[in-house]
Every structure is written in structure tokens, then in C-alpha cells.
């Protein structure tokens, strides 16, 4: 599975766009971009996937790039309780056995 | 409809005793897995199994074994505790097939003593 980078922490305020970079440059064509999120010290929740167009779901949209080897997490209206540690996570088709490779993920403070 | 259940939510247990963790999917879900995550950092997979009776290792799984006798069921053993293994445990189950979401437990906190 390719390797992902993002920014360790942003800031975003409330009620404003929030959206978090993802690199995964050396992703292949049939490599899935996941994001997910943890907030305080739950589980991580799901929050949308993608392999080439951009989704969008209640949550969030994921803009990917036409090469495939950046895309955007958008949170349209933020609000305190998005506040969390977000991870993107590349993943081939066929879900691999649900064995997920995190990264350190983006901290995510929205402030009022 | 309860998803993925970990029992016990918080655990001590002293350095060389054995336990082991608990998780159960309701979801019919093919695919489940065993997560750690230590202070500050992302998770960490342990072991994974894509159906009854078959097992994997992830990036981490020395001083835990597993077994999958059931879809439902997929325990996490530690057999000889360590302070190492100090840490919250997740449990995560999915669907087989392209793009499916995973579910995650709420975790166990486990304190070695």
C-alpha cells in the first residue's frame, strides 16, 4: 500500500471550510484513498473513500487530483466536535483483509 | 444492531500474567482485525483475519496470538504480559469486497503492572 504524508496539526475556525492535505504520490490504480477520523480516544470512524472521481457524503468531500497522487478532505462547516486526529489511508481494491496502515495523522482544533 | 464489541473496556493486569481481549462483530463482516495504539501515536496492526480459520500478522504481533473459530468471534491472546504492552486495543471489523468501510470498537485500555 502506498505510503501517506500529512501535515501533523491545522487550525481551522468554526463554521468555516476545513481542508486537510493528503500526499500518497506513489499510489497505484487500484489503491483506494480512505479517511478516517479519531476523536479524543474512541475508535476511528470512517468517514468517506474514493479511487478516482471526487466523493462526497453527509460528512465530507474527498477532491482527488487527476494524477491521483494528492487529494482534500473538506469539511464544508466545521464545528467543535470535528475536532480530531484525521488519517488518510491508501488501501488496494479487494480491501487486502481490512488491515488498515495508519500514519500519524493531521490534528485537527476547530476553535471558536 | 450492537457492530463490533470489546470486552473488557479497561484491564491491569501484573508483568508474565496472560489474558485475553475480547471482540465480537454482529455484521456477518468476513474481514477483522487487531489494532494498538499507544500514547501520541496511530494505530498499529497486530494481527488480521479474513474468515474463520484463517490468521495473519501485521506490523506488530509478537507476544499476542490469535484465533478466528468463528465469523463473529476474534480474540486477542497476550501470553506472558509486559509493560511494552501497555496500551489501548482496537478491534476492527469489515465486509470483503472493494471499497468497504471498516468499524471499529471502542477500545480496551490495558495497563501492565
Sequence with gaps: DAKTTQPPSMDCAEGRAANLPCNHSTISGNEYVYWYRQIHSQGPQYIIHGLKNNETNEMASLIITEDRKSSTLILPHATLRDTAVYYCIALKGGNQGGKLIFGQGTELSVKP | ?113
Design chain 2, 1 to 113: 444492531n450492537a457492530g463490533v464489541t470489546q470486552t473488557p473496556k479497561f484491564q491491569v493486569l501484573k508483568t508474565g500474567q496472560s489474558m485475553t481481549l475480547q471482540c465480537a462483530q454482529d455484521m456477518n463482516h468476513e474481514y477483522m482485525s487487531w489494532y494498538r495504539q499507544d500514547p501520541g501515536m496511530g494505530l498499529r496492526l497486530i494481527h488480521y483475519s479474513v474468515g474463520a480459520g484463517i490468521t495473519d500478522q501485521g506490523e506488530v504481533p509478537n507476544g499476542y496470538n490469535v484465533s478466528r473459530s468463528t465469523t463473529e468471534d476474534f480474540p486477542l491472546r497476550l501470553l506472558s504480559a509486559a509493560p511494552s504492552q501497555t496500551s489501548v486495543y482496537f478491534c476492527a471489523s469489515s465486509a470483503q469486497g472493494e471499497g468497504t468501510e471498516a468499524f471499529f470498537g471502542q477500545g480496551t485500555r490495558l495497563t501492565v503492572v
